[in-house]
């Protein structure tokens, strides 16, 4: 079975400053994705970023960029420059593919970031 | 460009009460639909995913069903609540296999249930 572990329950970080949310993952698939979604106090998922498993380079999405270790099974995000509004719940997920076509996700249980002045 | 509703935004049921949730999806066709739940400060737990018309998967053995009655409609369903099912249940959607982005979940806006 898929796991995802992020071990960090809560970071802080200064304003204009970059941060490391830390996400590992455990599988016997040879094809998976691994995703980081936001989820503001509001409640919605608000997907971020995405990489494959055969992706050779790291995913980059703006501000946000994501550091794929394979051989350790880690896909650490990294927020660069920092703002305010980055104050979320993010969590790290990974996909496996089902039957008929699904994908489902798995989920870790979210690290809280604080933006401070 | 897609969107995806869900309602009620918020409920408060009684326990043994029943429940329906439903979701429904715009500007996509045959979409792949799923239920999660997210209790309090956890990550979430899928519940039901559908590739197509009546077609359902659980995940989790519950007291909750799932139904899919159209293409873009997904519903969420108990006969009779239990305290442990308060929480937040999002509904996702994601393009067919094959498709270009079909590695990504779509989330709607939630709905916070709360059993009394």
């Known amino acids: 079975a898929q796991k995802i572990t992020q071990t960090q329950p809560g970071m802080f970080v200064q304003e204009k400053e970059a941060v490391t949310l830390d996400c590992t993952y455990d599988?016997?698939?040879?094809?998976?994705?691994l995703f980081w979604y936001k989820q503001p106090s509001s409640g919605e998922m608000i997907f971020l970023i995405y990489?494959?498993?055969?992706?050779?380079q790291n995913a980059t999405e703006g501000r946000y960029s994501l550091n794929f270790q394979k051989a350790r099974k880690s896909a650490n995000l990294v927020i660069s420059a920092s703002q305010l509004g980055d104050s979320a719940m993010y969590f790290c997920?990974?996909?496996?593919?089902?039957?008929?076509?699904?994908?489902?996700?798995?989920f870790g249980t979210g690290t809280q970031l604080k933006v401070e002045l | 460009s897609q969107t995806i509703h869900q309602w009620p935004a918020t409920l408060v049921q009684p326990v043994g009460s029943p429940l329906s949730l439903e979701c429904t999806v715009e500007?996509?066709?045959?979409?792949?639909l799923y239920w999660y739940r997210q209790a309090a400060g956890r990550g979430l737990q899928l519940l039901f995913y559908?590739?197509?018309?009546?077609?359902i998967s659980s995940e989790v053995p519950q007291n909750l069903s799932a139904s899919r009655p159209q293409d873009r409609q997904f519903i969420l369903s108990s006969k009779k609540l239990l305290l442990s099912d308060s929480g937040f249940y999002l509904c996702?959607?994601?393009?067919?296999?094959?498709?270009?982005?079909?590695?990504?979940?779509?989330f709607g806006p939630g709905t916070r249930l709360t059993v009394t």
């Open positions: 996702a959607w994601s393009v067919q296999a094959g498709g270009l982005r079909a590695y990504e979940q779509y």
């Open positions: 990489q494959g498993s055969y992706d050779e």
């Open positions: 599988t016997s698939d040879q094809s998976y994705g």
């Open positions: 997920a990974m996909r496996e593919r089902q039957g008929g076509g699904g994908n489902k996700l798995t």
């Open positions: 559908s590739v197509g018309i009546g077609q």
């Open positions: 500007g996509t066709s045959n979409p792949n």
